[in-house]
């Protein structure tokens, strides 16, 4: 559905993305992830065609998105980093607005309107003025501009940012259940939200694509070893060196007095040698867990690695 | 050009909106009914004396002496007056990043560089009209001649398009209002006084800048004649602007 081939974008003489590639098919919610500036938001300017690309084409449905981007514009809706929300509109007239300029006929506008305030829980505030609504209102107000328009394609830059815990929830929840009849691109710099929602994670590193998988087949190829954290009661200086006798088991290492992280050779299964060790010893388990590995884990382990052969 | 329409009418509800239009609009009033009043107390003055003097009649026209002095000042009041509405249109939209629903939608560039045109027009042809009571009050008590007040309102108009196309190009170029406010100012200023340099400047670069200049356009309109070069000067300074209007916005996607 989205084919983006050797996309790369300039500033000036600085480069903000370079040479991205990647497919993005029908239904599919795809997570961008990149620390600030990694040139997610470029990327997303440019399929939404606000941005030309400097090189490389962008092809939804086929229609190319410099040459044919008013085809595109009307599949697609997009939610830009900071929402373009008119401070002085009510929400209503905001999304009449928005609903006409992004082409739905005069006459579907009030039936489409109506849809997402329902969509969006924002019927209780329809009348008010868009300025004086709470932060996490406006990012409502903001997503349910992006699909007035009923488009194929929802492009949302980082959603969830500037909420508080409560409302990320919700914009999240909201975004989960569009999942089901949208493609959805979504960029994120916090780690776990693209984990709850994301079927497929394409990593930005400084204008380059560091990873594109599945959130599993990301962990899987990155992990050498398995970790298993183990908590105890009675805690001794035995525990590390006992641990470490075990068969398979690479090293052990202690963060906190009665904490023990172990490294294990992958799919050995430790856990019951590790709790027939700990009743043996009386050492009183708290908690024996897998741990497994964190977005941020893989996110510090691609871009460290990447920057390693440069310097 | 529907879609123009949907801009245009956004721009507006945040006219009627905003205190801008109502102090805006309540300035021009003020500024435009004292000079009228005083230019119709010069007049009325005039004629009494006329009526002890007989030979001083001769000159007395009501058309001559108060309209088109009035359509004058009108034209310099606008000149201070549109660089104040028309700094909105894209500094304000850049600046608080909801130009982006603009460019994400389905709409070309130049249908919304024409409904932003479209909405300031409105604002200034509303206050132009509510200045006509002034005109219209003359009917009442006079006979003066409807031709040329007609034209001079088509004429007074069309300058009004001028200044909100260097309006419209100007707030392009920056996010900050006033910026854009002080460009306009500055340029159809310019634009007013270019054909001063004809007095000094050999007769070719005289004629040059003399047709260049906005208010010599006016004149002919404010005596009541109709001219393709004015009305083509006017249109073609209008659609200039615009075009450079264009040029800016789609130039900045580029960088």
Redesign the interface.
């Known amino acids: 559905m989205i084919e983006v081939e050797n996309l790369t974008r300039y500033?000036?003489s600085r480069r903000a993305i370079n040479n991205l590639s990647f497919q993005i098919e029908k239904g599919e919610v795809v997570g961008f992830l990149g620390p600030n500036g990694a040139g997610k938001s470029t990327t997303m300017?440019i399929i939404?065609?606000?941005?030309?690309a400097s090189s490389g084409t962008v092809k939804i449905n086929g229609f190319d998105t410099f040459e044919q981007s008013?085809?595109i514009?009307?599949i697609?809706g997009?939610l830009?980093e900071?929402p373009?929300?008119?401070?002085?509109?009510t929400v209503a007239?905001y999304l009449d607005?928005?609903a006409?300029?992004?082409?739905v006929a005069a006459k579907r506008i009030p039936a489409s309107v109506e849809r997402v305030l329902d969509k969006c829980s924002l019927k209780d505030v329809g009348h008010r003025i868009i300025g004086r609504l709470s932060k996490g209102y406006q990012q409502r107000v903001g997503l349910a501009?992006a699909m007035v328009h009923d488009p194929e394609i929802l492009i949302l830059d980082e959603p969830t940012i500037g909420l508080d815990p409560i409302q990320i929830i919700e914009i999240r929840k909201l975004i989960q259940e569009l999942a089901a009849e949208h493609t959805i691109i979504l960029s994120s710099h916090i780690l776990p939200e693209i984990t709850q929602i994301c079927k497929r994670v394409i990593i930005i590193n400084e204008g380059e694509i560091a990873a594109v998988d599945s959130l599993g087949g990301l962990t899987a190829s990155l992990r050498k070893s398995d970790r298993i954290s183990l908590t105890v009661r009675n805690s001794d200086d035995t525990i590390i060196e006992k641990l470490n006798n075990l068969d398979q088991v690479l090293s052990v290492s202690s963060e906190e007095e009665d904490q023990f992280f172990i490294e294990c050779a992958l799919r050995s299964n430790l856990q019951d040698d590790i709790a027939k060790l700990a009743l043996e010893n009386h050492w009183g388990i708290i908690e024996l867990k897998p741990v497994s590995m964190t977005l941020e884990d893989i996110f510090l382990k691609l871009t460290l690695e990447e920057k390693e052969p440069a310097a | 050009m529907k879609n123009s329409w949907i801009v245009a009418k956004r721009d507006l509800g945040s006219f009627f909106n905003s205190p801008i239009f109502y102090v805006v609009t309540t300035v021009f009033l003020i500024l435009y009914s004292f000079i009228f009043i005083n230019i119709l107390n010069f007049f009325s003055m005039q004629s009494m004396q006329s009526g002890q003097f007989q030979q001083m009649g001769m000159g007395l026209n009501i058309n001559e002496m108060v309209i088109e002095p009035s359509f004058q000042n009108m034209a310099v009041i606008l000149l201070l007056i549109i660089p104040i509405i028309t700094m909105r249109s894209f500094a304000e939209e850049k600046k608080s990043k909801t130009f982006r629903l603009l460019l994400s939608s389905p709409v070309h560039l130049k249908e919304i560089v024409f409904g932003k045109f479209l909405a300031c027009m409105i604002v200034v042809t509303l206050m132009v009209l509510l200045s006509s009571y002034s005109i219209g009050f003359l009917f009442f008590i006079s006979e003066p001649d409807i031709g040329p007040v007609l034209t001079g309102y088509l004429g007074i108009l069309l300058m009004a398009g001028c200044y909100v196309s260097v309006g419209i190009f100007a707030s392009s170029l920056t996010e900050n209002q006033i910026v854009a406010a002080v460009i306009t100012f500055g340029f159809s200023l310019f634009m007013w006084v270019i054909g001063w340099g004809a007095q000094t400047a050999d007769s070719a670069t005289g004629q040059v800048l003399q047709y260049l200049s906005i208010i010599e356009h006016l004149d002919r309109f404010l005596k009541g004649i109709i001219e393709t070069s004015d009305i083509t000067y006017y249109l073609s300074f209008i659609i200039f602007g615009l075009f450079l209007c264009h040029r800016a916005l789609d130039s900045n996607r580029w960088r």
């Open positions: 500033y000036g300017n939404s065609c606000i941005l030309p008013l085809e514009r009307k697609i997009y830009p900071t373009p929300l008119y401070p002085d509109m007239k607005f928005a006409g300029i992004r082409g501009q």
